[in-house]
């Protein structure tokens, strides 16, 4: 998710009557008694996890939210007290989806109270490798278990049981968050009336996964990595830099990176002719991209994230390969969001999961949106997208 | 240029009479009196050059080849005594091109006389960053001069100067090898019949500039970089070989990657969740890929070669922008060949090429193949590519 690149346009002041306004995350110390068990393996006990909440529960207006790879569940409004490594970020921009979610919104926080968690494995206030192990009193490293889809779809479930919560209105997710979404629905059918799954497919394509193992090579190889023990001295800083001017590449599209960046140099007429330096706007945009991040990601949350949707496969898990056996368990009524330009998670692929829908005659709403925007089209297109969920969660089940 | 994915596959031995049989490059020593100025300042002199020839000249049947950016002189047969960084890549392989050049093959070497030189900058035999200073006595690292296509073109158009060839029947390249053929028809019309240029456009993509610039970002952040003086230390090949990985990626399309490798498991039923090992098919050969490849490249050439990649606009540089414009230099007769997976060098990059042509009223002939291998479909669908090539080059000007 670029968070950096188009988000933070157009947006409403904390007292503007469409924000959420300021917020403040909560958190909450979950399986104290009993560990949180691992689909991967291992267990984990007591789960610290951080999320927030907007408008106020009247019972059937849940609304759920899923964030993507770099994303936190701080989606809409000013955080009163940025803590954390998003502490600076925090500052100059509201949450990540602020243009969607807020009173008189698409996601209407009049109607309905919105919440988000942020995930196991992340870095931004649920438990993670950057946790501290209170068997050894250091952060865990890499001796935090290996997280999936599933792990983060039980421990939503979970946090919505402790709020008392039985069953949301809508989960809502793009990207990792829409297989998030989608994997809630296989694995909790009856949480739900509607899934809405936007830029996500029910596993990633091959070019992905190739952008992820180089991403995760590039950390894994940085001699500041120390095995994921790195806390205490410096980080492997240059490793995340290089996965995240790679994951840039995914995010937009060539006519999106062409129309911006192009061949256009950098501040100057004619190159410099340099094999260090700096010549064109694409080479500063992606040195600045990967700058911004590092000081607010952890690099082994990178791992772990991207780990998990490599691993997933909701066709292989719960249909046995067949997309219309797992669409079967659906219960919900799903709306798939698709951008002409995504190449991370292409029309193509959306339409594999649509299929399957069809094919085991499950409810389905299905837009293919023309943009040029690639993947980052779900936090660009506000307008389109607005207009989609807006309308679909005006029309109850 | 993927040369290890598919080349070596149903290929000739040198005693086949398709072969050309075993080679050995040639070594020019050029520039001697008068050093070689470069386009982007700095001179060089002598410059030593490594060239390969099959067939026999007689007068009017010159093709000329112009390698990948990987690729080197040695197009064709079996290299008689491997030596430098490609020996012991050469002692199990034939030339990168070799199903393409030899008796009675699409560029048959019964009826032409075959050159190709290995460029400016690179580690096998011309010189290049790894080639010793005289004035120091030492590796030139980064301080020999920034090189480009127009450097390329120039020191080609000298060799065959040296060898008392003034025009050529046919200049053939693939990639970076079309980018340079495009080069030679736009600074010497004169000098040859036919352009054949394959995968290759007048620019690079966005994308294809970002691949680049993160190439060498991870490059020029290993830590055993030293600023390009790593000859009598460790060697950044690290960095190297995220680079290769990354460029892997660019060979392919998601279609061919998801043919070969999809989501199959690397020798086992289930995954073992691993953040730090191999569980997957594609994770393993993207590392095979990188490992092959750092053993026998030189990561300053890397920096060097793709750096002229992004600099070069030949519509920029000739027209003003204008392809037309630069189009009405090019005298000789253009052949286009692309293929419609190839998202390096894409095709609607190619019809711009095609287009400029046609408005300028110049001879063109224009060929999108369907192929689902991406860039490395030059190398790899050869029974079209010979067709296509054979036939063309049996129809003299």
């Known amino acids: 998710m670029s968070v950096d690149g188009e988000v933070g346009k157009d947006v409403h002041k904390p007292d503007h009557p469409n924000s959420v306004g300021w917020t403040r995350s909560h958190k909450v110390v979950l399986f104290e008694d ?28 849940v609304i ?12 809409a409004g000013w955080d009163e007290n940025p803590e954390g490594p998003m502490r600076d970020y925090r500052k100059t921009k509201p949450g990540w989806w602020d243009q969607m979610v ?7 926080t009049d109607r309905f109270m919105v919440i988000c968690a942020n995930v196991l494995g992340s870095c931004y206030g649920t438990s993670g490798p950057s946790s501290i192990n209170p068997g050894t009193g250091k952060p865990w490293g890499l001796a935090f278990p290996v997280v999936t889809m599933a792990d983060w779809a039980k421990q939503q479930y979970e946090l919505l049981r402790m709020l008392g919560i039985k069953r949301v209105r809508a989960i809502v997710g793009g990207s990792m968050g829409g297989q998030m979404a989608l994997e809630m629905g296989l694995a909790y059918p009856d949480l739900m009336d509607d899934l809405i799954i936007v830029s996500a497919g029910h596993r ?20 500041n990595f120390n095995d994921g023990d790195y806390y205490d001295g410096p980080s492997p800083l240059s490793g995340l830099a290089v996965a995240r001017m790679m994951a840039q590449i995914t995010y937009l599209s060539e006519e999106s990176m062409g129309f911006k960046f192009g061949r256009k140099l950098r501040g100057k007429d004619s190159p410099d002719f340099t094999l ?11 040195n600045h991209q990967a700058e911004s991040f590092v000081k607010r990601y952890d690099p082994n949350s990178y791992l772990y994230l991207t780990r998990a949707m490599d691993y997933y496969d909701a066709a292989e898990k719960w249909g046995g390969g067949d997309l219309a056996v797992m669409a079967e368990r659906i219960k919900a009524r799903v709306m798939v969001v698709s951008f002409s330009s995504d190449w ?5 692929l959306c339409r594999e999961l649509v299929s399957g829908m069809c094919r085991a005659r499950r409810p389905i709403t299905y837009v293919n949106v023309p943009s040029r925007y690639g993947h980052d089209a779900f936090l660009v297109e506000t307008e389109t997208v607005k207009r989609l969920i807006g309308h679909y969660l005006k029309n109850p089940k």
Chains 1, 2 share one sequence.
Request: aromatic fraction near 10%; proline fraction near 7%; glycine fraction near 14%.
């Open 102 to 108: 807020g009173p008189g919104k698409a996601i209407d």
């Open 34 to 61: 009993e560990p949180f068990r691992f689909e991967a393996g291992g267990t984990l006990g007591p789960v610290e996890m951080e999320y927030e909440i907007y408008g106020e529960n009247r019972g059937d207006n």
């Open 344 to 348: 991370l998670f292409p029309p193509e």
């Open 64 to 75: 759920l939210i899923c964030h993507a790879l770099t994303g936190d569940a701080h989606v």
């Open 276 to 286: 260090t330096g700096v010549d064109f706007e694409l080479e500063s945009y992606l």
């Open 204 to 223: 990633g394509t091959s070019q992905g996964m190739a952008f992820s193992v180089i991403g995760r090579h590039s950390i894994l190889n940085d001699p």
